[in-house]
């Protein structure tokens, strides 16, 4: 039932984290940010952690973090806003839900800068 879930929301069995994953390994970035600390970020931070040691995590960011402070899976979660001033390769999108509404902000917050995007 659950990889049936998961089709309907990106066209594929596999797990959103795990597609995610490949994008990134596809895409050849050596810094990333992780947009998004729900169930799909809290699952794609270990993943990328253990399957592309190389990949340097720069930062997570929440929309959730401007008001309240928190952590995942060790990491301190910065508010949204602070894409516009983190250097990176690549926004991994780590949301279904809220795609629609995150990658217009993404889109605005890096405007001017050769940053991929990359999303299910």
Do not use: H, W
Request: proline residues 4%; positive net charge.
């Amino acid at each position: 039932m659950l990889s049936k879930i998961k089709s309907l929301f990106t066209g594929s069995k596999e797990a959103p984290e795990q597609t995610l994953a490949n994008q990134v390994k596809a895409s050849a970035a050596k810094t990333l940010v992780i947009y998004g600390a729900g169930d799909i970020g809290k699952r794609l931070l270990p993943l990328l952690r253990s399957q592309y040691p190389e990949v340097d995590i720069v930062a997570v960011v929440d929309r959730r973090a401007k008001y309240s402070a928190f952590k995942l899976a060790g990491v301190e979660v910065l508010p949204a806003e602070s894409i516009a001033t983190i250097d990176c390769d690549a926004i991994v999108i780590a949301s279904v839900a809220f795609l629609d509404e995150i990658i217009p902000f993404v889109r605005q917050q890096t405007a001017g800068k050769a940053t991929q995007i990359i999303s299910v």
